[in-house]
């Protein structure tokens, strides 16, 4: 179906911005973890470090980019604004971002269980307004191009919940409130988290930006409309197995996410080796995250030790799949909100205005790229010789995410620069 698309909905730039620009911050954060604790970062899930690197990870960096893009995304595409948009961005943000900081903290140095019950509290607030606003912004009639992201977003945010529910049980278990198993929950936790939440979303947000910003045809109506739907019933048939320990059940329904994810991957590569357009920096990015999730889809199958397979799935998932889309969106997001704003501005000639490709130029893209893949690689082998490759992994992390912040930084300067009256 043909996309219909209300550039004129947008809401100001600085709905989305803060969230966009603060992210790779908290990626640059967890490899300085990384550098300074070095071995004991990958040596297991467990660590204190690692716990810590993993939520900088996926609250900081991807949690808060896919709720700023939900903020862009939903009234251009969906042609639904989420009301009050700026304050609620801003108290969402505020308790996204310090939640996130007081819970690495609290977990990466062992503070008194008050930190963690801040942290939940934050944390639970700012997911609390996401939920309420994105919620009520799709209930509202929407583009009907758009249901297959509406339907994917509101299973995601169904999700998100979940995962809020089961990290603030958490939360307040380590904090000396109550009792659980914590080795189960903390699976069930974070398999919600990385497949019900940050890939199911994803994917959905996918499901509109690769056509639109890749030139491929619109992925087939039944995946659309079918892997949100599926992908949330086999979860949840995967956690009452695990919480009933019915292991045969289990099994049969991480086989069929494997196999569901496995679709999606292969279709969005068959799009991009039929493409008769010359691949962009963001084909190469999302190219990237399609292999690192099939990767982790094998991954997860083959008789590696426990641990350490679940160590190198959340490597290929979170660094891999999540990291390099959202590195590759964030190229084309930024600058285009740059470039938009800038046009509509009547106090500028047309003139005056770069293009968008000027803003932030594929050469400066495609560097940030190959820092992210040699840092990617030694994350990976990391988990195999913790004690010579977490350091360099953590430094070229860091290096990778001080270009990513540089060029959007670049970008935000020019914004600011031009708008001077």
Not at 225 to 237: N, R, T, Y
Not at 351 to 367: D, F, N, T, Y
Request: with cysteine.
């Amino acid at each position: 179906m043909q996309r219909t698309l209300n550039y004129g909905a947008m809401p100001s730039i600085w709905v989305p911005l803060p969230f966009l620009l603060t992210a790779p911050c908290f990626v640059f954060a967890a490899a300085f973890l990384l550098m300074w604790q070095g071995e004991a970062a990958l040596a297991s899930r467990w660590t204190p470090v690692t716990l810590a690197m993993t939520h900088l990870l996926t609250l900081g960096f991807l949690t808060m980019t896919i709720v700023g893009a939900l903020f862009q995304i939903l009234p251009v595409v969906a042609g639904t604004a989420i009301a009050l948009a700026r304050p609620v961005a801003a108290l969402s943000w505020t308790g996204l971002a310090g939640g996130t900081v007081v819970l690495a903290c609290a977990l990466g140095f062992g503070l008194s269980p008050g930190f963690y019950v801040a942290a939940a509290s934050m944390l639970g607030l700012s997911g609390l307004v996401v939920l309420v606003a994105v919620g009520a912004a799709i209930s509202h009639r929407i583009v009907p191009a758009a249901e297959p992201l509406v339907a994917g977003v509101r299973l995601a945010i169904s999700g998100l919940a979940v995962t809020m529910g089961l990290g603030g049980a958490l939360a307040m278990v380590l904090a000396g409130l109550g009792t659980l198993d914590v080795v189960l929950f903390t699976d069930v936790h974070a398999s919600w988290g990385l497949v019900g939440w940050i890939v199911a979303l994803t994917a959905a947000v996918s499901f509109q930006v690769i056509p639109m910003f890749q030139g491929t045809p619109a992925y087939p109506r039944s995946l659309e409309q079918g892997m949100p739907a599926v992908l949330f019933a086999l979860l949840l048939a995967w956690s009452a197995a695990a919480l009933l320990d019915v292991p045969s059940l289990q099994l049969a329904a991480e086989i069929g996410v494997g196999a569901l994810l496995a679709k999606y991957v292969a279709t969005t590569l068959l799009f991009f080796y039929r493409r008769k357009r010359k691949a962009d920096i963001g084909t190469c990015y999302w190219s990237l995250a399609m292999g690192c999730l099939a990767l982790a889809i094998l991954v997860h199958f083959l008789p590696f030790e426990r641990d350490q397979r679940a160590l190198l799935t959340g490597v290929l998932v979170i660094a891999g799949f999540g990291m390099s889309a959202v590195n590759g969106m964030l190229y084309k997001i930024v600058p285009f909100l740059v470039w938009y704003h800038l046009q509509c501005d009547a106090r500028l000639g047309r003139e005056r205005v770069p293009g968008v490709k000027s803003i932030v130029e594929e050469a400066r893209a495609l560097r940030q790229l190959r820092w992210h893949v040699v840092a990617l690689g030694l994350l990976l082998a990391s988990p195999l010789a913790p004690a010579i490759l977490a350091r360099p992994a953590g430094l070229f992390m860091m290096l990778a995410m001080f270009l990513l912040i540089r060029d959007l930084g670049g970008a935000l300067r020019l914004f600011l620069r031009l708008r001077q009256p």
